[in-house]
């Protein structure tokens, strides 16, 4: 599994923390910037993410901003894309588990470290459970 990820300059501070967590797991991590703390907009990385999860079907992203908001967003607007915005263990575990969710997205400001790794952890393990949610997934595609 791949996992691309991307930040804007108020996401840049933990995404390091996160790239550990994921090779950690295993996991092949590509950054896609930022990389550095000048301001950016968020749009730019999140399409960069959602434009490499879409291509690359057997990858996830996670995005990070302040809030998490600007980053599912903009990202939403691809095609084949599910970013959930994260707060905690149980938002990251049903995003996966009934919505087949491929990019996590949560905010920098808003979810501390000890949250974000409980996550990331039930993030990677947790399946789509399909049946009665894959006719509700598929109708999320217009």
Not at 13 to 26: A, D
Not at 113 to 128: A, R, Y
Request: hydrophobic content about 40%; some cysteine; proline content about 1%.
């Amino acid at each position: 599994m791949k996992y691309y990820i991307g930040t804007d300059h108020a996401g840049i501070n933990i995404k390091p923390f996160v790239i550990e967590l994921l090779e950690k797991k295993g996991y092949e991590v590509e950054d896609l910037g930022c990389f550095s703390n000048e301001r950016v907009d968020y749009p730019d990385f999140a399409h960069k993410v959602a434009d490499a999860v879409s291509k690359d079907k057997d990858s996830k992203g996670i995005l990070i901003c302040g809030s998490g908001i600007g980053m599912s967003l903009a990202a939403n607007k691809h095609a084949g894309i599910r970013a959930a915005l994260c707060h905690d263990h149980y938002t990251a575990k049903m995003a996966r588990l009934h919505n087949d969710a491929n990019i996590l997205c949560f905010g920098e400001r808003i979810v501390a470290k000890g949250l974000i790794e409980e996550m990331i952890d039930v993030w990677c393990e947790t399946e789509f459970e399909g049946g009665r949610h894959t006719d509700r997934v598929a109708k999320i595609e217009l």
